[in-house]
């Protein structure tokens, strides 16, 4: 079984939802604690052994490129400031020469389509997908737990979770193979992109981590629009299931949909009362808050 080497991160999205904040920055650049949700998208895919980033990237996103480059002045002024430690850090955190690529999605067709931009730059081998908009926290990330999964039983990885059934439209949704599955690798017989309550076939909503084989690009480049007049990755990957394997995974942890007011605030509140500088005083503040509430 071929290893997953290289990762998509769909990043052209406009972040209407938290809106004015990402009127000058790339959302996904939005700081959570001390680093941009962006860094731990990659370092979860880094866990995973990932090699190679695949960003798809629209208008104003500039951003993202010059942060995953060095920063001369900066690295710079910090040396010779002797803050030896933030320089390191800085450095550390930075993908190997050669291990990212850029390609521009030019009009923002929906998901499905960013994933075809990214085809030259994957080829015929499986890999992954990461949407940035969601965190997900965990012991073991969730792309390194999708691989493991992944090495039993090839074909298609997706990672879901439950959800509220009033929520089901905000998402893809799958369909189990058999009613009620309550496994942690659930084989699949369908899935469907934000449909009504009604026409739901589970409460399993796609979380945004994937792992496809090459032949999804096929399909994509042919998709017709679906869900919201977008070309939807979820279309393309119900027609791939009826020539491959699809397995849903559950995993370990908590996702955090950074997209949105609410999960931008849960995310940071999350990683804050973990974060080894201000652990104790942030849960401290929030032990308070909902006091004084
Ligand atoms: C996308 C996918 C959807 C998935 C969701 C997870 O939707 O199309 O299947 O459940 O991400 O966040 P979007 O949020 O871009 O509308």
């Not at 979770?161 to 799958?174: A, F, K, L, N, Q």
Request: proline share 5%.
């Amino acid at each position: 079984m071929s290893k997953i080497r290289k990762a998509v991160l769909p990043v052209a999205g406009l972040g209407t939802r938290v809106l004015p904040a990402t009127k000058a920055i790339p959302k996904e650049m939005m700081p959570v604690v001390d680093r941009p949700a962006l860094q731990y998208v990659v370092d979860e895919a880094r866990e995973a052994g990932i090699e190679h980033f695949v960003f798809v990237t629209g208008r104003n996103k500039g951003a993202i490129e010059d942060y995953f480059d060095r920063a001369y002045e900066l690295e710079s002024s910090l040396r010779d400031k002797n803050k030896i430690d933030i320089l390191d850090k800085l450095t550390a955190e930075l993908p190997k020469a050669g291990s990212t690529s850029f390609v521009r999605q030019q009009s923002p067709l929906g998901l499905g389509h960013a994933i075809w931009c990214a085809r030259d730059v994957i080829g015929r081998e499986p890999f992954a997908i990461l949407l940035p908009d969601v965190l997900v926290k965990a012991k073991k990330s969730c792309l390194a737990q999708m691989v493991v999964a992944y090495n039993k039983v090839g074909g298609n990885i997706i990672a879901v979770d439950e959800v509220p059934m009033d929520r089901v439209s905000s998402y893809g949704v799958i369909a189990p193979k058999t009613a009620g599955d309550n496994g942690k690798l659930i084989a699949m017989s369908g899935m469907v992109e934000k449909p009504s309550q009604a026409d739901a076939p589970s409460n399993l909503k796609i979380t945004g981590r994937y792992i496809l084989q090459p032949e999804i690009m096929d399909l994509l480049s042919d998709q017709a629009a679906g869900a919201g007049g977008e070309i939807q990755l979820t279309d393309a990957m119900a027609r791939l299931m009826q020539d491959q394997s699809f397995h849903a995974f559950k995993y370990d942890g908590q996702d955090y949909d950074c997209g949105s007011k609410y999960g931008y605030f849960e995310a940071f509140a999350a990683y804050a009362i973990d974060h080894p500088e201000i652990a104790g005083r942030a849960r401290a503040l929030i032990k308070k808050l909902a006091q004084d509430g």
